[in-house]
């Protein structure tokens, strides 16, 4: 998602958001960021599906299951999945053009949520308008 902005100052800036699919690597929490891959979860999913198998294949043939009991463990099953999906994280970077009397400048930020990110990029667009610059209390850093 790209939006672009005029400053208050005049200065053209594009505000930037995408999606990264690998948790960002932080100083501060390395030793905790060490992961194994995704062999585990691929592991646990094989697993569950060869066991909801077995439970079909040995399944007599007068039981009826009834199409809610299906549907709740669809569900169920589907939750977890959905909110990796809709809990990445999204880098967020705002960018102003070169001028004749200012310096290029890219602040740069990491924003979790699907629905965060739109929020924040609204707010980092709206600061621009009104201020020239992203707010330095929010997400966005500035970057050399």
């Known amino acids: 998602m790209t939006r672009l902005v005029r400053g208050a100052d005049g200065r053209m800036w594009t505000v930037r958001s995408q999606v990264q699919w690998r948790n960002p690597a932080a100083d501060a929490d390395f030793e905790h960021d060490v992961s ?5 979860g691929v592991l646990m999913l094989a697993i569950v599906i060869v066991m909801a198998a077995v439970l079909v ?4 043939e ?3 299951v009834p199409a809610w009991l299906v549907v709740a463990l669809v569900l169920v ?8 999906v809709i809990r990445r994280p999204w880098l967020v970077a705002a960018e102003s ?3 004749e009397e200012l310096p290029p400048e890219r ?3 990491t924003v979790r949520g ?3 990110v739109r929020d924040e990029v609204r ?3 709206r600061k621009i308008e009104m201020y020239s610059l992203p707010d330095l209390d929010g997400p966005l850093q500035p970057v050399d």
């Open 107 to 109: 602040w740069v930020g």
């Open 57 to 60: 294949a040995w399944t007599p």
């Open 62 to 64: 007068d039981v009826v």
């Open 123 to 125: 707010n980092v667009a």
């Open 114 to 116: 699907f629905l965060t």
């Open 77 to 84: 099953f589907l939750f977890f999945p959905v909110r990796w």
């Open 36 to 40: 194994g891959g995704s062999g585990p």
């Open 97 to 99: 053009k070169k001028t």
